[in-house]
């Protein structure tokens, strides 16, 4: 079993290195498209070209979900079934689970995986910051938000369809999320142009949920900490979970038609 992963950045200068550090550990390939950096992204991605980060491809063009299916189009043909693909590997991102340990056990008729966001807020303590170098003893409140499909098992007859976020007909999905942490607001310069790269994708005519930051500003992003959980080395995260209330969107019968649409080799 090897892990494969599409990584889509754009303007990550104070965090990329960490994060393909980290991700290098437990992947065995990341493709990286960098879709129009500014700020020297691109460059440090390539300072660390090797035979587990390749650099794959950088083009100032529009966010869209095509272009992780433009990059697992490029190396498929390297993935054997069984294999893993992180089909959203983002850059200020870090897994609290290694995947290689988590995806090793899953049950063989597992090919889909969840990811659970504990995500890090930019609080009234990080205003204190007097430099912009990513840190994570710098971020100790979080919320858990949401949860989103992370990894897929590869079979040959995998199809990525055109505007779709991940490969359709993924399978049956475990009912154990992994965790990860998320660190998408860390400096008011760094604010700034996420919230203009967004602007730039709604303007091109991209639907997601990002229009409630049209017209908001870096401060914007300042979250009081007396509503967040404050992490510490005792934190039971399997309790956060559980009591974040977040289940799996995958129901029992929902799970019965996935087993029989790909036994009966319905769905490819």
């Given at each position: 079993m090897k892990i494969y992963a599409v990584s889509l950045i754009k303007n990550e200068a104070d965090i990329i290195e960490k994060n393909l550090?980290?991700?290098a550990k437990w992947?065995?390939?990341i493709y990286v498209f960098d879709n129009g950096s500014t700020d020297g992204t691109w460059e440090i991605v390539n300072s660390f070209k090797s035979v587990r980060i390749i650099p794959y491809k950088t083009a100032d063009v529009p966010f869209r979900d095509e272009l992780r299916k433009e990059v697992f189009d490029f190396f498929r043909h390297e993935l054997e079934d069984g294999d893993w693909v992180c089909v959203r590997l983002d850059a200020d991102e870090f897994y609290m689970d290694d995947p290689k340990i988590f995806l090793s056990n899953l049950k063989p008729c597992v090919s889909l995986v969840y990811g659970i966001n504990f995500e890090y807020q930019f609080t009234e303590?990080?205003?204190n910051d007097k430099d912009t170098e990513f840190r994570f003893d710098k971020f100790h409140y979080l919320c858990i938000p949401s949860c989103?499909?992370?990894f897929v098992k590869y079979r040959k007859k995998l199809q990525w369809l055109e505007g779709g976020p991940i490969p359709s007909h993924p399978g049956v999905a475990t009912k154990k999320f992994i965790k990860y942490?998320?660190?998408q607001f860390?400096?008011?310069e760094q604010i700034r142009k996420r919230l203009k790269t967004r602007k730039d994708a709604l303007d091109?005519?991209?639907d997601m949920y990002w229009e409630e930051d049209l017209g908001k500003t870096w401060e914007s992003k300042i979250i009081s900490k007396n509503n967040l959980i404050r992490l510490t080395p005792e934190t039971d995260l399997n309790k956060l979970v559980k009591e974040s209330k977040i289940i799996i969107p995958e129901?029992?019968?929902m799970r019965l038609i996935k087993y029989t649409m790909h036994g009966l080799h319905i769905w490819p």
């Open positions: 550090t980290a991700a992947c065995d390939k303590d990080n205003l989103e499909q992370r942490a998320h660190y860390r400096n008011p091109t005519g991209l129901s029992n019968l």
